[in-house]
């Protein structure tokens, strides 16, 4: 069974940095493609961040620039490091993997290619 948790949100001021990290049981790494995932109160869950099987990211064009996302196989830990937040990447943020398609080679930000996710992480930004 594929279990996703997700940790490290928490409340800053914009500007600042926070980690978020997802560590995972039951799933292989390179069987799908994984992705990190947000949603603010009243708005549709939306993609951040992805990475393929051979380690290519994407990123939504929101925060380009300053959210970095990787994966540590060894630790089954997929990662992503936030920088210069802004009160606008306030939302629950979502960790999310796919394994019905096989190796991923290019990582897309649609909710619906990912059948595995996490329960969520608030992530608080302050102006």
């Known amino acids: 069974q594929v279990q996703l948790v997700e940790s490290g949100g928490g409340s800053v001021q914009a500007g600042g940095s926070l980690r978020l990290s997802c560590s995972t049981s039951g799933y292989t790494y390179g069987d799908g493609c994984m992705g990190w995932f947000r949603q603010a109160p009243g708005k549709e869950r939306e993609g951040v961040a992805a990475?393929?099987?051979?380690?290519?990211?994407s990123y939504a064009d929101s925060v380009k620039g300053r959210f970095t996302i990787s994966r540590d196989i060894a630790k089954s830990t997929l990662a992503m490091q936030m920088n210069s937040l802004k009160p606008e990447d306030t939302a629950m943020y979502y960790c999310?993997?796919?394994?019905?398609?096989?190796?991923?080679?290019?990582?897309?930000?649609?909710?619906?290619?990912?059948?595995?996710w996490g329960q969520g992480t608030q992530v608080t930004v302050s102006s």
């Open positions: 999310a993997a796919d394994a019905r398609y096989g190796a991923c080679w290019l990582a897309r930000l649609y909710v619906n290619e990912y059948n595995y």
């Open positions: 990475i393929s099987s051979d380690g290519r990211a």
